[in-house]
């Protein structure tokens, strides 16, 4: 009690000084008690590996879970038990369908005047089935694509050689990422005949990143494919030297409906047991790694905090629900499907989370709360100071299925795991295991576990609109 009282001085002693100027940089103050139990969860998640155990099991067990195959149903079998192992409540499955997408044959070979050399593809979520043998138009960015006259690409394969940038928070993968969701449709309206990617990743080896086209059908797509960035290179080469001719060839397996779900946990709060904070990963994964950056990470990470907090002498006030999606990769279908099957439960969630970003040390907090709530979120930052991590702005996206909550007027938080290297792994074969550190996937439990007890804990509204400014002059 005597800390608060100090904190709370400390606090109004800082706000009072700070007055004069600019806005008060409030800190909502943390009772004794709370601090101590946030201290105690990250001395316990720094000495566990409880979420290593976690990701191990899944990609050891049940390996690559491509959205609405068999693997992935597997998975979700493997996640009730592991829930229910855990001490979770109310554990469920929450099933949906979706269009199932499985590529099967993916072949590119160069044919030039004097040679013919295979090219390292992999056909892109989505695309049609293709058989074509024509030029190549290579084009440096999606944008010179978008620009180029029709009569320019009619019948060819257009090629866009644009590379990622690499960063910390994922930007150059996001801007990147463009030419993934849109080629097929700009090539088709173009009259292109296929259209073939460099790679939306980082990585220099010999094999092609995948992901999917999100492209918006009905409208003609073009069949897809990454090609590795070597192969982008070398593509680039021949070009220089003239014209150049690729055999592609795609054949894909697709359903109209295939079983996917959510995999539903929770730790039932002991005096509000109806407000939601909400967290989780995604349980699918692509297939050529076993998905353990992407996301087995954010399953195990998620999961081993919400246990770590069900292991407090009491448990905190709200409710905590573990959400493990499915079917993210091929057009976030499990967070759409959530959003859908709890419309009367949305105004009750009083923040969400999702971990998909690898599992590499965190080192920023950003929020998306009301600004009134801003003094809550600089709380939890402070709480989270001790692990290296970072304030960070009021912009927080919140991470792929629950960001379609935001909109709605869920609350998000984000804590940004270091991405400098994650998109040399991510959607290829070397997303495995060995890609996660032990030390690092417990400083993310550790963060975890520190902003969902708080949120769970403390009587904190992260809606909270603007405060009544305080009198500047009196
Ligand atoms: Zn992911």
């Not at 295979?118 to 190549?136: F, I, Q, W």
């Not at 494919?225 to 220089?240: E, I, K, Y």
């Not at 699918?284 to 087995?296: K, R």
Request: hydrophobic letters at 45%; aromatic letters at 6%; charged letters at 20%.
């Amino acid at each position: 009690m005597r800390t608060y009282l100090i904190a709370a001085a400390l606090v109004l002693i800082v706000a009072t000084a700070a007055a004069q100027t600019a806005p008060p940089p409030v800190v909502a103050p943390i009772p004794a008690p709370v601090q101590a139990s946030v201290e105690r969860l990250q001395k316990a998640a720094l000495a566990s590996d409880a979420a290593y155990d976690i990701v191990e099991g899944l990609t050891t067990e049940i390996g690559p879970r491509l959205a609405g195959s068999e693997a992935e149903a597997k998975a979700r079998e493997w996640a009730v038990a592991m829930l229910r192992r855990n001490g979770f409540q109310n554990v469920r499955i929450e099933p949906f369908t979706i269009p199932y997408w499985e590529r099967k044959v993916e072949r590119a070979t160069v044919i030039t005047s004097n040679s013919r050399q295979n090219l390292v593809v992999v056909a892109l979520g989505g695309s049609p089935a293709a058989n074509v043998e024509a030029e190549v138009a290579r084009f440096a960015s999606m944008a010179a694509l978008t620009d180029a006259a029709p009569e320019s690409v009619r019948g060819k394969i257009v090629f866009i050689d644009e590379p990622t940038i690499r960063t910390q928070d994922g930007a150059g993968y996001g801007a990147g990422v463009a030419k993934r969701g849109q080629c097929g449709t700009v090539a088709a309206a173009k009259g292109a005949a296929a259209c073939i990617i460099r790679s939306v990743g980082t990585h220099s080896h010999r094999f092609a990143h995948q992901g999917g086209t999100s492209a918006p059908r009905p409208a003609p797509f073009a069949p897809s494919a990454a090609v590795s960035p070597p192969d982008a290179d070398q593509l680039t080469r021949l070009l220089a030297r003239g014209p150049v001719r690729v055999k592609l060839e795609i054949a894909v397996e697709t359903r109209a409906n295939a079983q996917s779900g959510n995999v539903v946990g929770e730790i039932v709060g002991r005096e509000r047991p109806d407000e939601i904070i909400l967290i989780g990963g995604h349980l699918d994964s692509w297939d050529q790694g076993t998905g353990a950056i992407d996301d087995g990470a954010g399953v195990a990470i998620t999961t081993a905090a919400a246990k770590l907090i069900r292991d407090l002498p009491r448990r905190p006030r709200r409710t905590i629900r573990v959400v493990l999606f499915g079917a993210e990769e091929t057009g976030v279908h499990g967070g759409a499907a959530y959003a859908r099957d709890h419309t009367g439960e949305l105004a009750k969630h009083v923040v969400a989370a999702e971990s998909d970003f690898g599992a590499r040390e965190i080192y920023r907090m950003r929020s998306r709360f009301g600004e009134g709530a801003l003094p809550y979120a600089r709380a939890i930052q402070r709480a989270l100071a001790p692990l290296r991590i970072n304030a960070g702005d009021n912009l927080a996206n919140g991470g792929p299925d629950v960001s379609g909550l935001r909109p709605l007027g869920v609350p998000m938080v984000e804590l940004s795991q270091n991405g400098w290297d994650y998109f040399d792994y991510h959607h290829t074969p070397d997303d495995t295991l060995d890609k996660i550190d032990r030390a690092e996937l417990r400083q993310n439990v550790a963060a975890y576990a520190t902003f969902v007890y708080l949120a769970a804990e403390m009587d904190w509204d992260f809606r909270k609109a603007a405060d009544t400014p305080a009198p500047t002059a009196r």
